[in-house]
């Protein structure tokens, strides 16, 4: 199951748990741009493969800045999730056997395992 499917799961119980917890981020995350900075922080176990080449990027969307591209396989260290400014599932990671971070889309990325939490 790729990491999108299984945070969409996480987030849709998430907001029958917590009463509309899903809209009050995404509305907040609807005042701030693309590119604007996003916290983060280590608070989950999860971790994956790219499902490609693709390249981490310094903010959650496409048209962000590049951090550097890594192929399919790579092996990614999940950290947190957010839904970005346009609602699709990104996550922050470290790439095994290095300390080079950044957001992917969970669609670019397996989930084989681990908790995953929001940022």
């Known amino acids: 199951m790729n990491l999108a499917k299984r945070l969409g799961t996480t987030f849709a119980v998430t907001a029958l748990l917590f009463g509309g917890a ?12 693309p590119c604007d900075y996003r916290s983060y922080q280590n608070n989950s176990s999860a971790w994956g493969y790219f499902l490609g080449s693709y390249n981490l990027k ?6 962000c800045s590049n951090v550097k591209k890594f192929g399919t396989g790579t092996k990614l260290y999940v950290w947190c999730t957010i839904e ?6 990104w996550a ?4 095994e ?13 397996s989930y084989e ?3 995953l ?3």
């Open 22 to 33: 899903t809209t009050i981020g995404a509305t907040a995350a609807s005042a701030a741009g």
């Open 58 to 63: 310094t903010r959650p969307a496409a048209e």
């Open 84 to 89: 970005n400014y346009y609602g699709n599932v």
């Open 92 to 95: 922050y990671g470290r790439v």
């Open 97 to 109: 056997g290095t300390e080079t971070k950044g957001w992917i889309s969970g669609d670019n990325v």
């Open 113 to 115: 395992g681990g908790s």
């Open 117 to 119: 939490n929001r940022c």
